[in-house]
């Protein structure tokens, strides 16, 4: 069982999703800041939240408007982690401009995934009519930590677009 996080429909000229080790470095350092500093983890807690982003380049196995998929695994000994796939190429739903703010939003919106299943405020495993509603209050809450970065190139576009697709749900 995997969770999406949908693109919904292209916005403008796109690029493709690449590995960018920078912007994937600064991106998910940033996102971590603002999750760990809003929520005020416990060193404890903080252990128990372990990822890894990857990017698949062949046989993407997730539904074909996923942007990213979140998928829980668990170490022989020690907590839980969790791996952000990425599809390798796959066409932008921005254009390459955005990828920061996109990025920025995935991850933060990935790590509120994995507070909420860490402080048990949300099952890894919940059905799909229930699966909906945990997707719109984790973007209502990415929405919010993000929000002090009004500043952020492209992050107010890609916000907008994020509540277009949540208020279709």
């Known amino acids: ?35 760990f500093e809003h929520y005020r983890l416990s060193p404890r807690l903080l252990r128990q939240i372990q990822y890894e982003a990857r990017f698949l380049k062949e046989g993407w196995p997730f539904p074909e408007e996923a942007l990213a998929v979140l998928v829980r695994g668990r170490r022989p000994r020690g907590p839980e982690s969790y791996c952000i796939y990425f599809p390798y190429g796959r066409p932008l739903p921005c254009s390459r401009a955005f990828l920061p703010a996109l990025m920025l939003y995935i991850f933060t919106h990935e790590l509120v995934h994995m507070v909420r299943f860490a402080r048990y405020e949300a099952s890894y495993y919940l059905g799909a009519e229930r699966r909906g509603e945990e997707e719109a209050r984790v973007h209502t809450k990415t929405r919010e930590i993000l929000r002090p970065l009004g500043h952020f190139p492209g992050l107010a576009e890609t916000l907008e677009r994020f509540d277009q697709i949540y208020a279709r749900r």
């Open 1 to 35: 069982m995997a969770w999406v996080l949908s693109a919904g429909r292209p916005l403008g000229r796109r690029g493709r999703l690449l590995p960018c080790p920078h912007i994937l470095a600064e991106t998910s350092a940033l996102a971590e800041e603002l999750v």
